[in-house]
């Protein structure tokens, strides 16, 4: 290797380091986890991280397999079903992870799930 390529080489594993992704993404991660409960959109994000929405979307998806919407939404399904299972009620429980239609909550949670929300916190009950 000629010193012009090692040189090369050095330089571009400074510019393109994976390091700020990592950085960028696992920020990203940790700000959808704490504020899971607010409207997120993928502009409020990429502006918190100082990236294009567009390449904030990309390197989410590669790294974490999945977009930020997507991951949200995962995020918000987990919690609630650890407040139905506290026995908070379906209605305050889909205002408290953050969705805004009951309607939509309850066709996720089915989804995903694939019970109801009601009929995931009485199967929680008669376990207990």
């Not at 700000?31 to 409207?39: A, L, M, Q, S």
């Not at 991280?49 to 987990?78: A, N, V």
């Amino acid at each position: 290797m000629t010193f012009y390529e090692s040189e090369i080489e050095r330089i571009r594993g400074i510019c393109y380091s994976n390091e700020s992704q990592l950085d960028t993404i696992i920020a990203t991660k940790k700000f959808i986890d704490t504020n899971f409960d607010k409207d997120l959109k993928l502009d409020l994000l990429s502006l918190n991280q100082f990236k294009s929405k567009f390449h904030l979307l990309r390197l989410f998806k590669r790294y974490y397999g999945q977009t930020p919407r997507q991951y949200l939404m995962d995020k918000r399904i987990e919690k609630s079903k650890e407040y139905l299972k506290e026995g908070m009620p379906v209605t305050e429980t889909c205002f408290a992870v953050g969705f805004e239609s009951l309607g939509s909550f309850s066709k996720l949670f089915k989804t995903k799930i694939g019970k109801s929300p009601s009929q995931f916190q009485k199967e929680q009950f008669s376990r207990s």
